[in-house]
């Protein structure tokens, strides 16, 4: 068992092409996004296993050698909502509890009492997990904080080794280690969202880019230009998963945070020169929605108008193509010229998504913003409100970036401005890591 302090963080996703029709075979591109979880995970000998998550409110600690005792049998039997009834009664949490955000905790729970009994006694931890993602709104939130649960906990039970180097700022651990990582994180995924696609753990843990289609998972070819010079490029292997919603979950609307500029904001892990991240605007317009309904209103409408919204799929799968066909060759020579054609796709694609019924009016207001400043935008996730994206093209001057995210914050909107294809998990070096993440985790020592 390690002895040392760990810091762990992931970045959640967005949805570049390929909302809904996804559900319908279509291919799908989903990103990380520089937006990240921020974990603290501190060994000691209290007797206690604590969870601290600011964000939410939640604060839990446990005896361990209650722990000790429990029958975990139930976690290698039985159906998952059972494991999950038995993880609240753990957790302390009634049965009929309908908070979402509460199983962060059963989450965590199941986590714990799995990776660390290959240890003699389940340890005794103070772990706190901080983000600076907003929670339901279909940015991958509980994918990033199942991914720095399960590369902290693996690392602290020694079951991978901590890849940081002396004198290094951040260490990314190895395939096989990431690998590991993704399958831990799929299974905290589950017990939070029951049936995932896997899509948003693989893209927290491996970072980039990644393409997914009935049910397979695989990298964008030569990704690594997103990437920040600290950052090993790792992919995953093809990986088959039960289809689930590459969408948004959840339909509470997101808190806002601390706003973010493009690019990677932690110190020690520079962009090179001559890479280019791919700047958005993300905005979240703060209107509810199930994404339940609104997939089942699209395809109610795919059986009324079949041989209109048909062909829709069909160019909303060639869209995701042609994204994925420009985006590899901005890997090797990036131009202004595929920043004009991205902006094209995301035009195209907004109006098939209104065509859709997935449109909003919240989302209107936000294009028709952003057009006025010469910019182009889309909704990402399920619609009906919920986030958009905003491309920043690199030859954009400051004060129109400045002035579009005034206009945006004046309609009530929350606004970040951050970066697309970042890096995946990693563990930091505490000095590599902003005064606010540190302060928000509490005591690096």
């Not at 590369?151 to 951040?170: F, H, Q, R, S, Y």
Request: proline fraction near 5%; aromatic fraction near 4%; glycine fraction near 8%.
């Amino acid at each position: 068992m390690l002895s040392q302090v760990l810091l762990v963080s992931a970045p959640g996703k967005v949805i570049l092409h390929g909302e809904h029709s996804v559900v319908h075979g279509k291919v799908a591109l989903a990103v990380a996004l520089n937006l990240r979880t921020f974990l603290r995970l501190q060994p000691h000998n209290s007797g206690k296993v604590s969870l601290r998550l600011p964000n939410i409110g939640i604060q839990q600690t446990w005896d361990v050698a209650r722990l000790q005792l429990l029958d975990t049998s139930f976690l290698e039997q039985g159906d998952l909502t059972e494991q999950v009834e038995k993880l609240k009664e753990v957790a302390g949490f009634s049965k009929d509890s309908t908070n979402h955000d509460c199983l962060a905790v059963p989450a965590f729970l199941y986590l714990y009492l799995t990776i660390c009994r290959s240890q003699r006694t389940l340890p005794s931890l103070d772990i706190a997990v901080w983000s600076e993602l907003p929670t339901g709104a279909g940015l991958g939130s509980s994918a990033a904080y199942s991914v720095c649960l399960a590369a902290a906990l693996l690392t602290a039970c020694e079951e991978i080794p901590n890849p940081l180097k002396d004198g290094e700022a951040t260490g990314r651990w190895t395939e096989e280690n990431l690998e590991l990582i993704n399958k831990w994180a799929f299974q905290g995924e589950r017990v939070i969202h029951g049936n995932p696609s896997g899509v948003d753990n693989a893209v927290s843990t491996w970072g980039g880019a990644l393409r997914y289609q009935q049910g397979k998972i695989s990298p964008l070819k030569r990704t690594h230009t997103f990437l920040c010079s600290g950052c090993t490029v790792q992919g995953p292997r093809a990986i088959k998963m039960d289809l689930d919603l590459v969408l948004g979950s959840r339909n509470r609307p997101a808190q806002a945070t601390e706003r973010q500029r493009g690019g990677c904001h932690h110190e020690g892990v520079p962009v090179e020169q001559g890479q280019s991240p791919r700047k958005i605007l993300l905005v979240n317009t703060k209107v509810p929605r199930s994404t339940k309904a609104l997939v089942a209103s699209v395809r109610n409408r795919m059986l009324k108008f079949p041989e209109i919204i048909a062909p829709l799929l069909a160019s909303m799968d060639a869209i995701s193509l042609e994204c994925e066909r420009v985006l590899g060759e901005m890997a090797a020579a990036p131009a202004l010229e595929h920043y004009l054609v991205l902006e094209e796709l995301i035009d195209m694609n907004q109006h098939h998504l209104n065509a859709l019924g997935v449109g909003h009016a919240s989302l209107d207001q936000l294009c028709q913003v952003t057009t006025a400043h010469g910019l182009h935008s889309k909704l990402t996730g399920a619609g009906g409100g919920g986030c958009g994206i905003t491309l920043l093209r690199p030859d954009l001057e400051r004060p129109e970036v400045e002035d579009t995210k005034q206009a945006l914050t004046s309609c009530g909107f929350d606004c970040w401005e951050t970066s697309i294809g970042a890096p995946g998990v990693f563990v930091h070096m505490a000095a590599s890591l902003d005064a606010s993440v540190q302060q928000a985790l509490g005591d690096l020592r």
